[in-house]
């Protein structure tokens, strides 16, 4: 008898726990809200303006079941301090992405690429001359990244992107870098 009812709980817990893992998951939000932290580099038409870290911000709105329209904002200081050329400043990144994602439910690549307003700030010293430099121009960012679910709505991964800037002339930053680890909530 002892087995008999040994035999029946086991067998109602082993079906218990496969019905509720055979349960659906919630459905993920068609939102997704999230933070930027990495390091860029930024340069003008002949040169390197320098490197530095960068912050921001993004939103993604789902717009099919692999595709996203995201939104994002992105602060990058820069500085090169050494030689006869120095540099120091900052870039703002506004940009606008369609962003394609593949891969499985857990671990997901993507390529991105879409229209930005930069705005950059900053000085220039050339054979003890210096200069001030700043502008806001439209350009064109792509890149690619990789994403990896850590729980039911934590994302977290890797993006690099690079900005073309339309700019109107020869010492403005015309490309950027950027390299960052992301944490997101869907």
């Known amino acids: 008898m002892r087995r008999l009812v040994a035999l029946t709980g086991f067998i109602l817990s082993f ?4 019905a509720a893992s055979a349960q659906p998951a919630p459905p993920a ?3 997704s809200f999230g933070g930027t932290v990495g390091a860029g580099q930024v340069w003008d038409d002949e040169s390197s ?4 870290l960068l912050a921001g911000g993004y939103a993604d709105v789902r717009l099919l079941r692999l595709t996203d329209l995201e939104l994002s904002a992105d602060y990058l200081r820069h500085k090169r301090g050494t030689g006869f050329f120095q540099a120091e400043g900052h870039m703002t990144i506004v940009g606008a ?3 394609q994602r593949f891969g499985g439910d857990t671990i997901k690549g993507s390529v991105l690429g879409g229209g930005v307003m930069t705005s950059h700030s900053g000085t220039v010293e050339f054979d003890g001359r210096t200069s001030a430099r700043s502008g ?3 350009g ?4 690619g990244g990789m994403t ?3 729980g039911q709505r934590l994302e977290m991964g890797a993006v690099v992107r690079f900005v073309l800037v339309a700019v109107d002339d020869e010492t403005s930053a015309a490309l950027t870098w950027t390299f960052g680890f992301r944490v ?3």
Not at 15 to 18: F, K
């Open 15 to 18: 079906a218990l726990a496969g």
């Open 29 to 31: 939000s068609r939102w």
């Open 49 to 52: 303006l320098g490197s530095g």
């Open 97 to 99: 992405s369609l962003v």
């Open 136 to 138: 806001t121009h439209p």
């Open 140 to 143: 064109f960012m792509f890149g």
């Open 148 to 150: 990896v679910r850590a």
């Open 184 to 186: 997101g909530w869907r």
